[in-house]
C-alpha cells in the first residue's frame, strides 16, 4: 500500500495550484497536509483522487495510475474531498448503502457495515432524513461515513472537522486516531489548524504555492533548539545552522531531545536553549513570506 | 458493469420521482391531459365544424383521426420540457451542487454513471407522460368506443424513440456546461431557436424538407394520424398517415441522436475536470 506523486504539476489557467511534486507515502499512519488557503491542499487531494488530471506527473496508488485504473484505485480509498454534497432527495442511509454496494457489500454485511460507520461518525439520529434537510456538520459526518464504508486501506479526508462544532470536531479527531491505532491505513488529512496537525500526525507536509516547504518524513515530528553559546565539537548526526558566532539552531526528532541535550551540555558552555516546532516555525516563515509579497 | 448500472439506475430514479421536477412536470402533463380530454368530449363528432375554411379539406378526415392527431401534437412537446427538466442538469448539477465530489470518487466507471443516470431520467420522462397516456386511451375509448391499435401503437413508439433521442441531446448540452442554467437555456435554444428557423429557413429557401433535425423528425408522433408536418408552411399535405418509410426515417434520425449524443457525452464527462 503506497501513495506516489511524481513530477506532479497542475495548473488552472495561468495559476499555479502545484508545481512540480514529489511525494511518497510508503508507511501507514496519519499524513497531515498544513498550509494556508491556497497552498494546493486540496488540489493534491483531487489529483490524488482521480478528480483533477494533472498537466504533468504520475499519480499511483498502489503502483496503479489513478487515471488509468480509477476504479480499482477507488475501490481501494475512501474519500471525502472539499465540503460532501449528496443528493437532496435521498436519504443519508440510502446513500451509505449506495457507496457500500459499489464496494461490492451487501445484505447482512452491508447493513453492519453502515451500523459500524454510523456509529464511528455518531450520524445515527438524522440518517433516515433526507439529505435536504441536513445542517452543513450534519452531511460532514455523512461524507465521513460514506468515505469509511468498506474500511478502504487508504483514506483521504479533505478538512474533516470543517462545519462541525468543537465537540463534534474532538470526536472527530478520536475517530481519525483510533482509525490509526492499528497503523494499517494510510490517512491523509488536510487542516489548516496546527494544533490538530501536530496532535495527530505520524508525518506532516507542509504546502505553500504548490509547493512542498517541507516534509516531515515518517519516524515524528523535528523540533528546533537554538543554542547559545560555545560549543567545542559539535555531536555528529544533528543538522544545524549556525546562524550567529555563537548561535546554533539543531533539528532534533522528539523523542531525541534528552539525548541531545546530554551530548552538547558535554560538548561546550551552554547559555540558553530555546524550543520551538519545525512546523510552527515553517509555517510563520510562510506567514511572513507571503505577506511580504501581497 | 451490469449490476453496477442498476445500482446507479435506481439511485437516480429514486432522486428523480422524488424531486419537486417530477411533481412539476406531472402537474402539466395532467393539466395537459384535462384540456385535451375535455376538448374530446365536448367536440367529439363537431370537430370538423371548427376547421377554418381554408383548411376545409380536412373535414374529410376522420373525427377520431383529427382528436388522435391532436393529442399526439401536444404529446410530442411534453418530452421536451420533461428533458429540460430532468436531462438538462444532469451532469452540470454535479458540478454546480458540488455532488461530483461525492460521485466521481465511488468505484464506478463514469460512463456507467452516465448511463445509469440518462436511463434513470428517460425512466422519469416517460412515467410523467404516462398520465397523458392512459387519458388519451381513456377518453378515445370512452367517445368513439374503440382505437386504432397500430398508428396508436407506432405513435408511442416514435415517442419513446424521441425521449431518448432529446434526452441524450439535453445530456451532451449538460456535459458541456458547469452550471445549470447555462444548460437549461442551451437545450431551449437549439431546439426551439436553431432546429426550428434552421427547418423553416431551408424549407422555405430551397424547398428542402429537413428530416435529419430533431424537432422535424419528432413530428412523426402525430403524422401517423395525418401526414400534416406542423414545424413547416407546407400547403401539400397529405391526409392520410405517414408512410412506413417516413416512420424508418424519423426512427433512425432519433436512434442516431442518441447514439452520437451519449457518445460525445462520455468522452466529455471521462475527461471532465471536478474544480
Given at each position: 500500500?503506497?501513495?506516489?506523486?511524481?513530477?506532479?504539476?497542475?495548473?488552472?489557467?495561468?495559476?499555479?495550484?502545484?508545481?512540480?511534486?514529489?511525494?511518497?507515502?510508503?508507511?501507514?499512519?496519519?499524513?497531515?497536509?498544513?498550509?494556508?488557503?491556497?497552498?494546493?491542499?486540496?488540489?493534491?487531494?483531487?489529483?490524488?483522487?482521480?478528480?483533477?488530471?494533472?498537466?504533468?506527473?504520475?499519480?499511483?496508488?498502489?503502483?496503479?495510475?489513478?487515471?488509468?485504473?480509477?476504479?480499482?484505485?477507488?475501490?481501494?480509498?475512501?474519500?471525502?474531498?472539499?465540503?460532501?454534497?449528496?443528493?437532496?432527495?435521498?436519504?443519508?442511509?440510502?446513500?451509505?448503502?449506495?457507496?457500500?454496494?459499489?464496494?461490492?457489500?451487501?445484505?447482512?454485511?452491508?447493513?453492519?457495515?453502515?451500523?459500524?460507520?454510523?456509529?464511528?461518525?455518531?450520524?445515527?439520529?438524522?440518517?433516515?432524513?433526507?439529505?435536504?434537510?441536513?445542517?452543513?456538520?450534519?452531511?460532514?459526518?455523512?461524507?465521513?461515513?460514506?468515505?469509511?464504508?468498506?474500511?478502504?486501506?487508504?483514506?483521504?479526508?479533505?478538512?474533516?472537522?470543517?462545519?462541525?462544532?468543537?465537540?463534534?470536531?474532538?470526536?472527530?479527531?478520536?475517530?481519525?486516531?483510533?482509525?490509526?491505532?492499528?497503523?494499517?491505513?494510510?490517512?491523509?488529512?488536510?487542516?489548516?489548524?496546527?494544533?490538530?496537525?501536530?496532535?495527530?500526525?505520524?508525518?506532516?507536509?507542509?504546502?505553500?504555492?504548490?509547493?512542498?516547504?517541507?516534509?516531515?518524513?515518517?519516524?515524528?515530528?523535528?523540533?528546533?533548539?537554538?543554542?547559545?553559546?560555545?560549543?567545542?565539537?559539535?555531536?555528529?548526526?544533528?543538522?544545524?545552522?549556525?546562524?550567529?558566532?555563537?548561535?546554533?539552531?539543531?533539528?532534533?526528532?522528539?523523542?531525541?531531545?534528552?539525548?541531545?541535550?546530554?551530548?552538547?551540555?558535554?560538548?561546550?558552555?551552554?547559555?540558553?536553549?530555546?524550543?520551538?516546532?519545525?512546523?510552527?516555525?515553517?509555517?510563520?516563515?510562510?506567514?511572513?513570506?507571503?505577506?511580504?509579497?501581497? | 458493469?451490469?449490476?453496477?448500472?442498476?445500482?446507479?439506475?435506481?439511485?437516480?430514479?429514486?432522486?428523480?420521482?422524488?424531486?419537486?421536477?417530477?411533481?412539476?412536470?406531472?402537474?402539466?402533463?395532467?393539466?395537459?391531459?384535462?384540456?385535451?380530454?375535455?376538448?374530446?368530449?365536448?367536440?367529439?363528432?363537431?370537430?370538423?365544424?371548427?376547421?377554418?375554411?381554408?383548411?376545409?379539406?380536412?373535414?374529410?378526415?376522420?373525427?377520431?383521426?383529427?382528436?388522435?392527431?391532436?393529442?399526439?401534437?401536444?404529446?410530442?412537446?411534453?418530452?421536451?420540457?420533461?428533458?429540460?427538466?430532468?436531462?438538462?442538469?444532469?451532469?452540470?448539477?454535479?458540478?454546480?451542487?458540488?455532488?461530483?465530489?461525492?460521485?466521481?470518487?465511488?468505484?464506478?466507471?463514469?460512463?456507467?454513471?452516465?448511463?445509469?443516470?440518462?436511463f434513470a431520467a428517460v425512466t422519469a420522462t416517460i412515467i410523467s407522460i404516462l398520465v397523458y397516456i392512459i387519458a388519451?386511451?381513456?377518453?378515445?375509448?370512452?367517445?368513439?368506443?374503440?382505437?386504432?391499435?397500430n398508428p396508436f401503437i407506432l405513435s408511442l413508439l416514435m415517442l419513446v424513440l424521441f425521449i431518448f433521442a432529446i434526452?441524450?441531446?439535453?445530456?451532451?448540452?449538460?456535459?458541456?456546461?458547469?452550471?445549470?442554467?447555462?444548460?437549461?437555456?442551451?437545450?431551449?435554444?437549439?431546439?426551439?431557436?436553431?432546429?426550428?428557423?434552421?427547418?423553416?429557413?431551408?424549407?422555405?429557401?430551397?424547398?428542402?424538407?429537413?428530416?435529419?433535425?430533431?424537432?422535424?423528425?419528432?413530428?412523426?408522433?402525430?403524422?401517423?394520424?395525418?401526414?400534416?408536418?406542423?414545424?413547416?408552411?407546407?400547403?401539400?399535405?397529405?391526409?392520410?398517415?405517414?408512410?412506413?418509410?417516413?416512420?424508418?426515417?424519423?426512427?433512425?434520425?432519433?436512434?442516431?441522436?442518441?447514439?452520437v449524443s451519449l457518445l460525445l457525452t462520455f468522452l466529455i464527462v471521462e475527461k471532465k475536470e471536478v474544480k
Open positions: 500500500m503506497n501513495v506516489r506523486l511524481k513530477s506532479v504539476e497542475k495548473y488552472y489557467g495561468k495559476f499555479r495550484a502545484l508545481g512540480a511534486i514529489n511525494l511518497e507515502i510508503n508507511d501507514p499512519g496519519i499524513i497531515t497536509i498544513l498550509g494556508p488557503n491556497g497552498a494546493g491542499k486540496t488540489t493534491m487531494l483531487k489529483v490524488m483522487t482521480g478528480l483533477s488530471k494533472p498537466r504533468k506527473g504520475i499519480v499511483e496508488i498502489d503502483g496503479n495510475n489513478i487515471f488509468e485504473d480509477r476504479k480499482k484505485v477507488l475501490m481501494k480509498m475512501g474519500t471525502l474531498v472539499e465540503q460532501p454534497e449528496f443528493y437532496t432527495y435521498i436519504k443519508g442511509r440510502e446513500i451509505l448503502s449506495f457507496s457500500a454496494s459499489l464496494k461490492g457489500i451487501s445484505g447482512e454485511e452491508m447493513k453492519a457495515e453502515i451500523e459500524r460507520v454510523v456509529a464511528a461518525t455518531g450520524s445515527n439520529d438524522f440518517l433516515d432524513k433526507k439529505v435536504g434537510k441536513y445542517s452543513r456538520g450534519m452531511k460532514q459526518r455523512l461524507g465521513i461515513a460514506t468515505a469509511l464504508i468498506g474500511d478502504p486501506e487508504i483514506l483521504i479526508l479533505d478538512e474533516p472537522t470543517f462545519g462541525i462544532d468543537p465537540m463534534g470536531s474532538l470526536e472527530i479527531r478520536e475517530l481519525i486516531k483510533n482509525l490509526n491505532s492499528r497503523k494499517e491505513k494510510i490517512i491523509i488529512f488536510t487542516t489548516h489548524v496546527i494544533e490538530e496537525a501536530i496532535k495527530l500526525s505520524d508525518r506532516i507536509i507542509i504546502l505553500n504555492n504548490g509547493l512542498i516547504e517541507y516534509d516531515a518524513s515518517n519516524g515524528g515530528e523535528y523540533t528546533l533548539l537554538k543554542i547559545s553559546g560555545e560549543i567545542g565539537d559539535i555531536p555528529p548526526g544533528y543538522k544545524y545552522t549556525r546562524i550567529s558566532e555563537n548561535e546554533y539552531i539543531f533539528e532534533v526528532r522528539e523523542e531525541e531531545i534528552p539525548e541531545f541535550n546530554r551530548k552538547i551540555t558535554k560538548a561546550g558552555n551552554i547559555k540558553y536553549i530555546e524550543k520551538s516546532s519545525m512546523v510552527e516555525e515553517t509555517i510563520r516563515k510562510i506567514s511572513v513570506k507571503n505577506l511580504k509579497n501581497s | 458493469m451490469s449490476s453496477n448500472f442498476f445500482k446507479v439506475y435506481f439511485h437516480y430514479l429514486k432522486n428523480y420521482y422524488r424531486s419537486r421536477s417530477f411533481y412539476i412536470i406531472l402537474i402539466i402533463t395532467i393539466l395537459a391531459s384535462i384540456i385535451i380530454s375535455y376538448l374530446t368530449f365536448r367536440y367529439s363528432g363537431k370537430i370538423n365544424n371548427l376547421i377554418p375554411s381554408k383548411l376545409s379539406s380536412l373535414s374529410k378526415v376522420s373525427d377520431e383521426s383529427l382528436i388522435l392527431y391532436l393529442w399526439a401534437y401536444i404529446m410530442s412537446s411534453l418530452p421536451v420540457f420533461s428533458s429540460v427538466f430532468f436531462s438538462s442538469p444532469a451532469i452540470s448539477s454535479e458540478m454546480e451542487n458540488r455532488t461530483a465530489f461525492y460521485i466521481f470518487t465511488q468505484p464506478v466507471d463514469r460512463t456507467v454513471l452516465i448511463l445509469g443516470k440518462y388519451e386511451l381513456i377518453s378515445i375509448e370512452a367517445v368513439y368506443g374503440f382505437i386504432e391499435v434526452s441524450a441531446l439535453s445530456f451532451l448540452f449538460s456535459s458541456l456546461f458547469d452550471k445549470n442554467m447555462y444548460a437549461y437555456i442551451s437545450t431551449f435554444v437549439t431546439y426551439f431557436i436553431i432546429f426550428y428557423s434552421a427547418n423553416i429557413a431551408l424549407y422555405l429557401l430551397y424547398s428542402y424538407n429537413a428530416f435529419f433535425l430533431l424537432n422535424n423528425a419528432s413530428t412523426i408522433i402525430e403524422r401517423v394520424y395525418i401526414n400534416i408536418n406542423p414545424t413547416l408552411f407546407v400547403s401539400n399535405f397529405s391526409l392520410n398517415p405517414a408512410g412506413i418509410h417516413d416512420v424508418i426515417l424519423s426512427g433512425t434520425v432519433f436512434i442516431f441522436y442518441t447514439i
